[in-house]
């Protein structure tokens, strides 16, 4: 008798105790994050490289408004880009220690240089500290027919990064 005393008690004061709250979700983000892998293929669990980025759209606005030329740019939207190097490599004929770092662009004609810092979880560029660099090196630019509305990065079958918004592709050799 007394353990269903008990046992009652309990349920009435977790029923009679407990506030239902709704949980209020944001919406979509205008600038989604993605993640770019190499080997590109899910099959491939062992990646050598991977960026996590989020992708602004062009929305009829030009790429010198939003990414200026000879300004460092977080090379994407909201947080600064983050790329992940599994093992060393050499990016743009810059060695580069395995590890996690900030990728940031400065946009420029014909080529870009491209930053890796070793300050992590940055929003955009605001806080961009010259003295984190691990590496600067150049890409090359480029351009192509088809008009990609959303920032984009991939990877080619040979491991190099590119990056491609509007007609812009910006290549950027790696050895993995």
């Known amino acids: 008798m007394k353990n269903v005393f008990l046992f009652t008690f309990l349920i009435v004061s977790l029923v009679f105790s407990t506030e239902a709250t709704a949980q209020k979700f944001s919406g979509l983000d205008k600038s989604p994050a993605d993640i770019a892998a190499y080997p590109s293929s899910y099959r491939v669990s062992e990646k050598a490289v991977r960026i996590i980025y989020s992708r602004p759209q062009l929305k009829g606005r030009s790429i010198s408004e939003l990414a200026p030329a000879g300004k460092v740019w977080r090379t994407g939207a909201n947080e600064a880009p983050e790329i992940t190097f599994y093992k060393d490599a050499t990016i743009g004929g810059t060695a580069v220690k ?79």
Request: net charge negative.
């Open 98 to 176: 395995a590890g996690t770092y900030a990728l940031f662009t400065i946009p420029g004609e014909g080529e870009w240089t491209v930053v890796l810092n070793s300050n992590l979880n940055q929003w955009g560029a605001y806080s961009y500290d010259k003295a984190a660099d691990v590496a600067r090196v150049s890409a090359k630019t480029s351009t192509d027919s088809e008009s990609l509305e959303a920032f984009s990065i991939t990877f080619d079958e040979d491991g190099n990064m590119i990056m491609g918004w509007g007609t812009t592709r910006v290549s950027l050799a790696m050895s993995l």
